[in-house]
């Protein structure tokens, strides 16, 4: 079954660029889209299909997907933004959602 | 657009669950319209569990299928999930997510139901 690999943690100064990333084999031959969580609330989609915005998103949240990595960019972090974030992508060949295992993103 | 769980908060072991998704603000008879349910067990990840289409296609996880049933009311704007069975280790928040296909995503979430399976 295809695997989503996240980082557990990741922590950013107020202001600074996060990077939150999620591995999977051959990753970029798919529509990778990204969740925020914030505790004791529901799963918020913040980036679809690599590097497409919700309405009332922010521009500070942008994705990219290449090769075996997609990456989730958080500029000018916010204190806000402190959750944890969830990749996940469609695997075409089991016909089954997939979800990563989560990055807790901390704001020092 | 709206999704809320219902359901109950408690299940013993062995017996069955039965969780409803009511929904508002689209339709499931609408072209490309899908409906998942999701849950996360406390302090874990999300996990994907079963989706159902317009076209009443059904899709389940791997290793919850022997054990998970997806159907749909379109008359009552419901999606109900069925899941036999039941051990401790299913103690999760379960949530039902909308997508509009899987380039899309699932955009809007319902706030979840808390389930704790005990004797």
């Known amino acids: 079954s295809y695997v989503l690999t996240q980082p557990p943690s990741v922590s950013v100064a107020p202001g600074q660029t996060a990077w939150v990333t999620c591995g999977g084999n051959?990753?970029?031959?798919?529509?990778v889209h990204w969740y925020q969580q914030r505790p004791g609330q529901a799963p918020v989609l913040v980036v679809y299909d690599d590097n497409d915005r919700p309405s009332g998103i922010p521009e500070r949240f942008s994705g990219s997907n290449s090769g075996n990595t997609a990456t989730l960019t958080i500029r000018r972090v916010e204190a806000g933004d402190e959750a944890d974030y969830y990749c996940?992508?469609?695997?075409?060949?089991?016909?089954?959602?997939?979800f990563g295992g989560g990055t807790k993103l901390t704001v020092l | 657009v709206t999704l809320k769980e219902s359901g109950p908060a408690l299940v013993k072991p062995t017996q069955t669950l039965t969780l409803t998704c009511t929904f508002s603000g689209f339709s499931l008879t609408t072209t490309g319209m899908r409906v998942n349910w999701i849950r996360q067990p406390p302090g874990k990840a999300l996990e994907w569990l079963a989706r159902?289409?317009?076209?009443?296609?059904?899709f389940y996880s791997t290793s919850l299928k022997t054990r998970v049933t997806i159907s749909k009311d379109t008359s009552k704007n419901q999606v109900v999930l069925t899941m036999i069975n039941m051990d401790p280790v299913d103690t999760a928040t379960y949530h039902c997510a909308r997508e509009g296909g899987s380039a899309y995503g699932m955009d809007v979430w319902g706030q979840g139901t808390t389930v704790t399976v005990s004797s």
């Open positions: 051959n990753i970029g031959s798919k529509s």
């Open positions: 996940q992508v469609w695997d075409g060949s089991s016909d089954r959602w997939v």
């Open positions: 159902i289409d317009w076209d009443d296609d059904k």
